[in-house]
């Protein structure tokens, strides 16, 4: 792959929603490239077909630029995959937080109480769990 100093258009993305951001940007762009490059009757300023000449300056002109865009494109989805490979490994490898472990399971516990009592439980069961709930969140911390 080219390096980023050959790519008139790269910026190094700060994050991976900015860089699927300009990822989506360029992918436009490239694709208004070639709609205008399919359409052999370039039309110039003055509304008229373009001579020879300039048409096939600007033809040459717009293949750099959709060659140099395509360029950009591939770099900033390989940086992406990287970025992501990246997360994915510090996300594999952080160890687990037994606080947080515990938070997490308390959550899962009182929302899938919560729903059995509402579809299957009596009046007398949901009030008594929801003053057991009310008790159990507010000795715990339970945000």
């Known amino acids: 792959m080219k390096s980023t100093q050959e790519l008139p258009d790269w910026k190094e993305p700060t994050s991976l ?19 205008q490059l399919a359409d052999p009757n370039r039309i110039g300023e003055n509304k008229q077909r373009l ?16 060659t140099m865009k395509i360029r950009t494109y591939r770099y900033l989805k390989q940086w992406i995959k990287d970025q992501r490979a990246i997360l994915k490994e510090q996300t594999a490898s952080a160890p687990l937080n037994s606080e947080t472990l515990h938070v997490c399971i308390q959550r899962l516990l ?4 919560e729903v059995l009592i509402k579809l299957h439980g009596t009046q007398e069961q949901q009030l008594a769990y929801t003053n057991l709930w009310l008790e159990f969140t507010n000795t715990q911390g339970y945000k």
């Open 17 to 35: 929603e900015e860089a699927e951001t300009q990822a989506f940007a360029l992918w436009e762009e490239i694709q208004s490239i070639q709609l």
């Open 51 to 66: 001579p020879i000449s300039e048409y096939l300056t600007w033809q040459h002109r717009a293949k750099y630029a959709l």
């Open 110 to 113: 009182v929302t899938d109480i």
